[in-house]
């Protein structure tokens, strides 16, 4: 049976087939255009509100292609922008165990300061001493045995 559908301002032929015995056949109803090429049968197209035909299918297919490019675009926004946190990440990462490592070795350097400073009070306490008993060698002060 050969249906026409008028929709969207326009109208569009159907095939209708309504039974076919011993062959396996589909539940749906193809658009067919009658072209310069002669009858070509277009694919079933089956949106929200039902069959679409024509035009009013390829405004669905071309809004489907710009929802999968917009997703494709948002994804391809996050991944910039995780790509970005990882970086700002990984930074932070190498200044702070810059910073642990040179407080790793704020120990060491407390220690080496404090040998420096204890050696420096022996060597100043022997100088002193050191004086001391020249200054007695020399006879002064004169009270000393």
């Given at each position: ?141 004169h009270d000393q045995?």
């Open positions: 049976m050969l249906r026409n559908i008028e929709a969207n301002g326009e109208r569009n032929r159907m095939l209708y087939v309504l039974k076919s015995r011993g062959s396996a056949h589909s539940n749906q109803v193809p658009e067919f255009i009658l072209g310069d090429k002669g009858i070509e049968r277009a694919d079933v197209y089956t949106g929200a509100g039902g069959v679409l035909t024509d035009s009013a299918r390829l405004a669905q297919e071309a809004a489907e292609r710009d929802v999968v490019a917009q997703r494709a675009e948002n994804l391809a926004s996050r991944r910039r922008q995780l790509s970005q946190v990882i970086a700002d990440r990984e930074a932070q990462l190498a200044s702070l165990q810059i910073q642990l490592a040179a407080e790793r070795a704020q120990p060491e350097r407390m220690d080496t300061a404090e040998r420096d400073r204890t050696s420096n009070i022996w060597a100043d306490y022997v100088a002193m001493a050191k004086k001391r008993w020249a200054a007695l060698s020399d006879g002064y002060p045995p």
